[in-house]
């Protein structure tokens, strides 16, 4: 199917000189990609140690004097949305485990530029935090989810929370989330055969599942082409289950993932980040836990807002400094890393020892 590429082919312009709206309107790259939506991470902590992410036990943590107070993230996220940015997703490592997050959501919730907060998060403390997530005003939830079997979980997570993660996605219905989403990396050989279990579950909850083709980012120091299975064998399994596959056409030409129907109407979704890159329409920036601003999720190098920030900065100032790294950003990560020849993982063990702001638990997903 096509739908992907047909929608990329319009998103591929040459690109042009840099072009900035008055405060308040959109901003735009050399390719013409709108600065849209911000991905927070919250902490670099996590609970889990899912061996395509977090593959080692010990790492280099942020210094926690470093980490934003909500203050400064709040502030911050006005900066980002007086540029245009609508979309705000908090992330981790695992946000969850960010004391009292509920009250930066509130805060965040209270914007009126922001028109989407959601958040990703493992839901291993989701079904104590819904309720209270819920009330301060937090949109929509995602949840990773890798397996329903309990032996596959421990074996990927490396913890015995399966049973936790599943009470915490049955408990968004119940306090009243709607339009959550189950992200699950499929791995050759590891859970390829739970396509059809997943959605299946995701019919119950309800959810919609997200498979994401196996990344070659940050911490996946154990990744290979071997292992990744593509958006088109991914179809071709639920096709040959479910029957026709049936592409639907998206509002957002930014979203990260294609979506399908089956037969009944079920609807999932495939970010083919790998195999099909997306970066014609990215409108993705990442702002770390303490304050390392990336503008994509390949970049090697990041920006420093936290400095200006606690120099007494004006929001002016900080705004000419975001301002002037989107103009000039022609990242183009993921296709850059599919065309590499004799692909390998990203980063080696050392060199994210050495700069933890590499890692996806860093900088979020």
Same mark, same amino acid.
């Given at each position: 199917?096509?739908f ?16 900035? %709206? ?10 013409r ?12 902590r ?9 593959? +080692? ?16 993230i709040s502030? !911050?996220?006005?900066v980002?949305? /007086?540029?245009?940015?609508?979309k705000?997703?908090?992330?981790g490592? &695992? ?17 009126q530029?922001?028109?989407? !907060?959601? @958040? ?6 989701? *079904?104590?935090h *819904?309720?209270?997530?819920?009330e %301060? ?14 032996e ?9 929370s !399966?049973? #936790? ?12 989330? =709607? ?7 499929v ?19 309800? #959810?919609?599942?997200?498979f ?12 290979s082409? +071997?292992?990744?299975? /593509? ?5 071709a ?15 957002? &030409?930014?979203?990260?993932?294609d ?15 790998t =195999? ?22 390949? %970049?090697?190098i990041g920006i ?11 929001d002016?100032?900080?705004r000419?400094v ?12 993921a &296709? ?18 050495r700069?933890?702001? !590499? +890692? @996806? ?5």
């Amino acid at each position: 199917m096509s739908f992907r590429a047909g929608k990329r082919a319009a998103d591929d312009v040459t690109p042009g000189g840099p072009v900035v %709206a008055a405060t308040g309107g959109p901003t735009f790259d050399q390719y013409r990609r709108r600065l849209r939506t911000l991905r927070i991470s919250v902490t670099d902590r996590c609970n889990l140690r899912c061996q395509y992410c977090m593959p +080692e036990e010990e790492y280099t943590w942020l210094a926690r004097e470093d980490l934003l107070s909500f203050e400064e993230i709040s502030r !911050l996220t006005d900066v980002f949305i /007086s540029l245009g940015v609508e979309k705000v997703r908090l992330t981790g490592g &695992e946000p969850l485990l960010r004391r009292d997050v509920s009250e930066l959501v509130r805060q965040l919730a209270s914007k009126q530029g922001i028109r989407d !907060l959601a @958040m990703t998060t493992n839901g291993v403390r989701l *079904a104590e935090h *819904a309720e209270s997530l819920r009330e %301060a005003g937090l949109h929509r939830v995602t949840v990773s989810l890798d397996t329903l079997r309990p032996e596959r979980f421990r074996a990927l997570a490396r913890r015995d929370s !399966l049973s #936790a993660v599943l009470e915490g996605i049955r408990s968004l219905a119940r306090v009243g989330f =709607t339009g959550t989403k189950i992200d699950t990396v499929v791995i050759r050989g590891v859970n390829d055969d739970e396509l059809t279990d997943l959605i299946e579950f995701g019919r119950q909850v309800p #959810a919609e599942v997200r498979f994401i083709e196996y990344m070659d980012v940050g911490g996946a120091t154990g990744w290979s082409w +071997e292992k990744t299975v /593509s958006r088109d064998e991914i179809l071709a399994t639920l096709t040959r289950y479910y029957g026709s596959v049936e592409p639907v056409m998206d509002d957002d &030409e930014s979203a990260t993932a294609d979506r399908f129907a089956l037969p009944d109407g079920t609807t999932f979704g495939i970010i083919s980040s790998t =195999t099909q890159p997306f970066c014609g329409s990215c409108d993705r920036a990442r702002l770390t836990a303490d304050g390392m601003w990336y503008l994509c999720l390949y %970049a090697l190098i990041g920006i420093d807002l936290r400095t200006p920030l606690r120099q007494d900065a004006t929001d002016d100032e900080l705004r000419d400094v975001i301002a002037s790294a989107w103009r000039a950003r022609r990242d183009r990560g993921a &296709e850059a890393r599919l065309a590499a020849r004799n692909r390998r993982p990203l980063l080696s063990v050392a060199h994210l020892r050495r700069d933890p702001h !590499l +890692e @996806m638990h860093t900088r979020g997903g």
